[in-house]
């Protein structure tokens, strides 16, 4: 293994290519445990103050590792600086040829199909926009990776945008006339080819999930991630693998259970208690919640948790009591028989939510991602 403390010390190379530079104890002992942990294929998490100078202490072990590594940072901006100043710096220091790539979601590169056929169509709302499709346009031929982040003369989120790049609905894929020349497949190509990979944590997150569902993946294979501001993780990983319930939905859910109890069973099943348990608990949540957003394990949710278990539990009941009486034939009532069939299914869904959510498989979703 290389010396890496040398490597960031007084006499190294980053201290002749960058003035100023001083060696810092913490950068060195992080960059070795990073080389520690590629070479061993562990895991490692690390948190260190603002200004430590962390980049170079993972990008260092990282490009001398010899492995292919995908590093993911929290926003597309990280991602350019990453990219554009600190990488080619450490290949400068560390004099190695590792090849390099940037990869950013579809919506970030220019699709000229859709460019041409908005230059073709010719309908637009304002003569600006007229005179920014011709900026793209000029770009567009100059331009090596159509990455739209490169012509900073038109804001990111211009509305322009989302007409001359694609969706995966919109685009034509291999049918496209323009596929040659089509900056994502490049783009991806040229991440699948590098050693080192520059992702961020949506792209990431979006990569996982599609391997979740089984629809194929954004991002090729790699030996080693390392994933800067990961204190940011958790928020991006929820929003892939969450699952959303509202207070409406439960409030609606123990209103319908009250209803469909006293047409089928009677008071005796519990149900009508569980029901009025969790639009208590949902009433106290609400309360303790208060206007602001708030967020939490599932287990600090307390009573609200509990009143969903029960529910869940009961209506679990109910749907075998359903499913019951549908194999005892239900007694030569046709129309009895398809309503309470439709009944069923209804709590078959209501089941599915609710025991999704009481058995906290949220947390453990989002726990397993990060
Ligand atoms: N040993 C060093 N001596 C002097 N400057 C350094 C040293 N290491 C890194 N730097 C510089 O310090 C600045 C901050 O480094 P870096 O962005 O890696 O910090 P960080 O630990 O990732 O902080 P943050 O938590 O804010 O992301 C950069 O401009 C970098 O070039
Ligand atoms: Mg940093």
Redesign the pocket.
Known sequence: MQDIPAI?GADGP??AL?P?????LQ?QELAEAVAATLAGHEVFIAE??????????YLVPALLSGQKVIISTGTKN?QDQLFHK?LP?VRKALAVSVDVALLKGRANYLCLHRMESALAEGRFRSRGEVAQLGVIERWSAQTRSGDIAELTELNEDAPLWSHVTSTADNCLGTECGRLDDCFLVKARRRAQEADVLVVNHHLLFADMALRDEGFGELLPGANAFIL??AHQLPETASNFFGISLGGNQLLELARDAIVEDLREAGESSGVRQAAERLEKAVREMRLAFGVEAHRGPWHEAGRLAAGVQGMGEMAEGMAERGAGRERGGGRGEGGGRASWQGRATGWGWGVNVVCAVGSAAVPARSGAAI
């Open positions: 960031l980053f201290a960058i100023g530079f001083a060696p810092r950068q260190a103050g603002t200004g430590t100078g962390k980049t170079f202490a990280l600190d710096l800067d501001e």
